[in-house]
């Protein structure tokens, strides 16, 4: 089966090539926002004609989409940028691509077919401010070798770790690249190449995988993840060190005056460590999915309102949701690779409130709760555990299981009910997660009996 990757390597550019991804990036942003100034008096013109009592077909078309775009640029490039030449003509194709990307959404938006927030009209890209990036698509770009990479007009760039896991896939025909984006990221560029992967799938989860069953997953802040099986992932090693500096350089940056060279130091310096904590958090993140999905035969994570919880002002809240996000992207394809399934629990299952031993509430816990005690039978647990282990009850109710065995792409189980009641401390031998728990909280009961 093909399915989609992508490949991201840091560059090490010579002072060149460096000016001139500088000025590729600068061409993007250039198309961009000349076609956005285009639309927008088209618009106006329209405006003007209509009141004349124009319509239909007799009014200014505007253009819209990616070709009618493309045509216009084309036709007006000479004269506004006599320049372009210079560059690929790749790197205007990216502005204006990302533009017309940007108009869909909002007509989507309007539409009603596209999830989330409302999004808002395209706004012109500030220099210095907007993400530099450009794209390819066409021509001979892509790896030179397992050290250097090939980006037309700019020539072959010194890419900082080796290729190998790319470059092999290619030369075995497994592989195929599909485009190449280059961008900055904290002072430093990147390309990522997105490539389709000829890939074997198992048809179903290995002999391993349903020993090890399903498994709950609960995503956290103090740890990378709690297993229900009692397993605390931890965070990736330096995520404690970097979270510290961040939250230092933050401070700093708060306290700088506005538009001094003092502040766009700690701006600079912020991006830095923003960009090393995203990468730590990656890598941690991608070693636990291929982790939990060639292990287990189902995996459970919990549904989140990713647009609501974006805007959260808690640092390390923030960083934990994206997370989730990522986790849940990484894992809906990486059960695919592996012959296990994801069930991606209703966003009101209440996970953390119910006990997951006897099936009783508590609805007095708050945030700060980070122990479960459950009113009913006394359990003492982590929170966080136990919210893993209800996750993982979900696929004990059958109802569940035969509704994704029907499969489809993304596993949403509607579970509002709780988890069906069980004696204390009877797991069955097959549930490796709640045998653990159970010896957990008898363990706990022991010290914490009421
Ligand atoms: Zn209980």
Request: charged residues 25%; glycine residues 8%.
């Amino acid at each position: 089966m093909k399915t989609l990757q992508a490949y991201r390597f840091a560059l090490d550019p010579n002072a060149a090539q460096g000016a001139n991804l500088h000025r590729h990036a600068g061409a993007a942003r250039f198309a961009y926002n000349w076609g956005l100034a285009r639309v927008k008096a088209a618009f106006a013109q329209r405006d003007a004609e209509q009141s004349y009592g124009l319509g239909g077909d007799a009014l200014t078309p505007v253009p819209w989409t990616l070709p009618a775009l493309r045509l216009a640029w084309n036709a007006a490039k000479r004269d506004v940028a006599p320049w372009w030449d210079e560059c690929s003509k790749e790197a205007f194709s990216a502005g204006l691509d990302q533009l017309a990307r940007g108009l869909k959404n909002v007509t989507d938006s309007r539409r009603g077919k596209r999830k989330g927030q409302r999004v808002g009209f395209p706004r012109f890209k500030k220099r210095g401010k907007a993400r530099d990036s450009f794209r390819y698509t066409t021509g001979a770009y892509g790896p030179a070798d397992d050290h250097l990479v090939t980006l037309p007009r700019i020539g072959r760039v010194k890419v900082h770790e080796p290729m190998g896991a790319l470059t092999g896939r290619l030369a075995q025909g497994r592989a195929r690249l599909l485009g190449a984006t280059v961008s900055r990221t904290a002072g430093r560029w990147f390309v990522s190449f997105t490539v389709e992967v000829d890939r074997e799938m198992p048809g179903g989860p290995s002999r391993r995988q349903r020993r090890a069953g399903p498994v709950g997953v609960d995503l956290g802040v103090k740890h990378l993840a709690v297993l229900s099986t009692g397993e605390m992932v931890a965070n990736p090693k330096h995520l404690a060190g970097s979270l510290r500096r961040l939250r230092k350089a933050s401070r700093a940056y708060a306290r700088s005056k506005s538009a001094s060279a003092g502040r766009r130091q700690r701006v600079a310096r912020l991006a830095r460590i923003h960009a090393r904590v995203a990468h730590q958090r990656h890598d941690g993140l991608h070693k636990l999915t291929t982790g939990l999905a060639k292990t287990h035969s189902v995996i459970v994570v919990e549904d989140l309102h990713v647009a609501g919880m974006v805007r959260n002002r808690r640092l390390a809240r923030a960083i934990a949701d994206t997370a989730m996000a990522q986790v849940r992207r990484q894992l809906l394809y990486k059960t695919r690779w592996y012959g296990s399934r994801l069930i991606v629990a209703d966003r009101w299952y209440p996970s953390s409130k119910t006990c997951s031993d006897c099936g009783g509430r508590n609805p007095s816990l708050t945030l700060a709760d980070r122990t479960f005690i459950c009113p009913s039978c006394g359990l003492v647990v982590d929170r966080d555990l136990n919210a893993a282990v209800n996750l993982r009850h979900l696929v004990a109710g059958s109802a569940l299981e035969t509704e994704n065995a029907r499969g489809g792409d993304r596993e949403t189980a509607l579970a509002r009910q709780v988890p069906t009641k069980r004696e204390p401390g009877t797991a069955r031998a097959d549930q490796t997660g709640s045998a653990v728990l159970s010896r957990t909280a008898a363990r706990q009961r022991l010290t914490h009996a009421p």
